[in-house]
């Protein structure tokens, strides 16, 4: 994972192309890049041209193939989110992705192509949003972003937690945005489930919603596959203070067999640490557990 100082650092939007308002934004993102020792290289589609669409799904693939097979390129970051960047996974060269030791970087609805990546390569990608470092906590995500990145320190991938039902979990970790994951249900991207540490968050939505997502995952079969479950942050659901809670679904929809853990530090908040999707994770009754 590690970068050089002064590497190139891919930018793309493989969903949601971004408004136009947000131009100044990304301009400050990329002096947060800048100043930090990196090179950022943008993608020709990242600004919404055609309702929700900076280029077709073709066309935002073939973005992110180009830097895939660019030896000058050592990671690429995904500034967007929304619904669409499904649209992109059949156009994807896995073979080549499988090849590059490359990560990608992206959260929300970029969980989709996180899940595909490894689905398809076994490769790992990291579920994290790089425009944290120009959001309300930049002082914070800067240091850890750039102390893992530029000095292998990992310290933006610890993060505290409690368990709610059991007390030891290991597996490797797949999962995101719960809403966005289901999307690969049925689909030759969906990961294997089996054994693994299943990682669920979301920004929108409440109880009728949620009740939609953990019945679609009993009725997989994830439950009874996956080692353990670890909950991000919830934000809608948290903000309005649903009752039941999302642990309290959680634990009716997947059974009181399974390891779950909680952490409020993982999701879609500008605090947000990353996880990686596709390493091995143990979490015991410590609290906090580096990779």
């Given at each position: 994972?590690?970068?050089?100082?002064?590497?190139?650092?891919?930018?793309?939007c493989?969903?949601?192309?971004?408004?136009?308002?947000k131009?100044?934004?990304?301009?400050?993102?990329e002096?947060?890049?800048?100043?930090?020792?990196?090179?950022p290289?943008f993608?020709?589609?990242?600004?919404?041209?055609?309702?929700v669409f900076?280029?077709?799904?073709e066309?935002?693939?073939?973005?992110?193939?180009k830097?895939?097979?660019d030896d000058?390129?050592?990671?690429?970051f995904?500034?967007?989110?929304?619904?669409?960047?499904?649209?992109?996974l059949?156009?994807?060269?896995?073979?080549?992705?499988?090849?590059?030791?490359?990560?990608?970087?992206?959260?929300?609805d970029?969980?989709?192509?996180?899940?595909a990546?490894y689905?398809?390569?076994?490769r790992e990608?990291v579920?994290?949003q790089?425009?944290?470092l120009?959001?309300?906590?930049?002082?914070?995500?800067?240091?850890n972003?750039?102390?893992?990145?530029?000095r292998?320190?990992?310290?933006l991938?610890?993060?505290?937690?409690?368990?709610?039902?059991k007390?030891?979990?290991?597996?490797?970790v797949?999962?995101?945005?719960?809403?966005?994951?289901l999307?690969?249900?049925?689909?030759?991207?969906?990961?294997n489930?089996?054994?693994?540490?299943?990682?669920l968050?979301?920004?929108?939505?409440?109880?009728p919603q949620?009740v939609t997502y953990?019945?679609q995952?009993?009725?997989?079969?994830v439950?009874?596959?996956?080692n353990g479950?670890?909950?991000?942050?919830f934000?809608?659901m948290?903000?309005?203070?649903?009752?039941?809670?999302?642990?309290?679904?959680?634990?009716?929809?997947a059974?009181?067999?399974?390891?779950i853990a909680?952490?409020?530090?993982?999701?879609?908040?500008?605090?947000?640490k990353?996880?990686?999707i596709?390493?091995?994770l143990?979490l015991g009754?410590?609290?906090?557990?580096?990779?």
């Open positions: 994972m590690r970068m050089e100082k002064g590497g190139k650092a891919a930018i793309v493989c969903s949601n192309g971004l408004e136009k308002e131009k100044s934004k990304i301009e400050r993102l002096g947060a890049l800048r100043r930090i020792g990196l090179v290289v993608s020709d589609h990242i600004y919404a041209e055609d309702s900076s280029g077709s799904g066309e935002r693939a073939k973005d992110l193939m830097f895939y097979l000058e390129i050592e990671a690429i995904d500034v967007s989110g929304g619904d669409i960047a499904n649209e992109i059949p156009y994807l060269d896995f073979d080549v992705i499988a090849r590059k030791k490359k990560y990608f970087w992206g959260y929300s970029l969980t989709t192509v996180i899940n990546i689905a398809r390569t076994g990608s579920l994290y790089v425009r944290n120009v959001k309300e906590d930049a002082a914070r995500q800067t240091e972003f750039s102390g893992t990145v530029l292998e320190t990992e310290q991938f610890s993060f505290g937690y409690e368990f709610v039902q007390e030891r979990m290991q597996g490797i797949v999962g995101g945005n719960i809403r966005c994951l999307k690969l249900a049925g689909t030759p991207y969906w990961p489930m089996h054994g693994k540490l299943l990682l968050e979301s920004w929108h939505g409440l109880i949620m953990l019945s995952l009993q009725q997989l079969g439950f009874e596959q996956a479950i670890l909950l991000g942050t934000t809608q948290e903000e309005e203070g649903c009752c039941p809670s999302i642990t309290e679904l959680v634990k009716k929809y059974g009181n067999e399974i390891p909680k952490t409020k530090e993982i999701g879609h908040g500008a605090d947000s990353g996880i990686v596709g390493r091995e143990r009754r410590e609290g906090r557990q580096p990779w």
